[in-house]
T-cell receptor, first 115, second 113 residues
């Protein structure tokens, strides 16, 4: 069975610093997708970044990058130059195959950014 | 606006009652997924519909049911509600589920009193 583990319940970072949110996954499928979502206090789920299991390069989207280490089964999210607006809950998720299946979520990490 | 519309945003109802949550997917998306987010269970997949047909089931209770209509909107029906059903219910849609294809609605916050 697939599983996502986020071991950091909470992380604290100062504005303008970089922060890494950890995510490890377990799957026996050769093809899968990895996602990160942000959930601010208002509740909506905001897509941040995606990595396919066959992608050779780590995904990047603006200040977000995904550090994909396939052999270690990790997909850590790196946020560079943190901003106050980055304070939120962050979820790592995985899909079986790379198309059209439900997401399995980790328990999330709460990020707090201070000035 | 993500393009996925969920109504209502908030719902307060009594135990034993039945409610219907509605979701309109992003234009062109054929798949609709329902998720439940609660404090103790986290984010859990409930059920998926693809072009009107049930595609996959997750941890959905027998008291819950869903359907997807010809216009692709979906409804999640929750009956015989219990206090523990209080949660944030999300709908997500996708074309193929690849890349940024999973788009979430803003959720319906259900409170059972």
């Amino acid at each position: 069975a697939q599983k996502i583990t986020q071991t950091q319940p909470g992380m604290f970072v100062q504005e303008k610093e970089a922060v890494t949110l950890d995510c490890t996954y377990d799957t026996s499928d050769p093809s899968y997708g990895l996602f990160w979502y942000k959930q601010p206090s208002s509740g909506e789920m905001i897509f941040l970044i995606y990595q396919g299991s066959y992608d050779q390069q780590n995904a990047t989207e603006g200040r977000y990058s995904l550090n994909f280490q396939k052999a270690r089964k990790s997909a850590n999210l790196v946020i560079s130059a943190s901003q106050l607006g980055d304070s939120a809950m962050y979820f790592c998720a995985m899909s079986r195959n790379q198309a059209g299946t439900a997401l399995i979520f980790g328990k999330g990490t709460t990020l707090s950014v201070s000035s | 606006d993500s393009g996925v519309t969920q109504t209502p945003k908030h719902l307060i109802t009594a135990t034993g009652q039945r409610v219907t949550l509605r979701c309109s997917p992003r234009s062109g998306d054929l798949s609709v997924y329902w998720y439940q987010q609660s404090l103790d269970q986290g984010l859990q997949f409930l059920i998926q519909y693809y072009n009107g047909e049930e595609r996959a089931k997750g941890n959905i209770l027998e008291r819950f049911s869903a359907q997807q209509f010809p216009d692709l909107h979906s409804e999640l029906n929750l009956s015989s509600l219990e206090l523990g059903d209080s949660a944030l219910y999300f709908c997500a849609s996708s074309v193929r589920g690849q890349g940024d294809g999973y788009t979430f609605g803003s959720g319906t916050r259900l409170t059972v009193v």
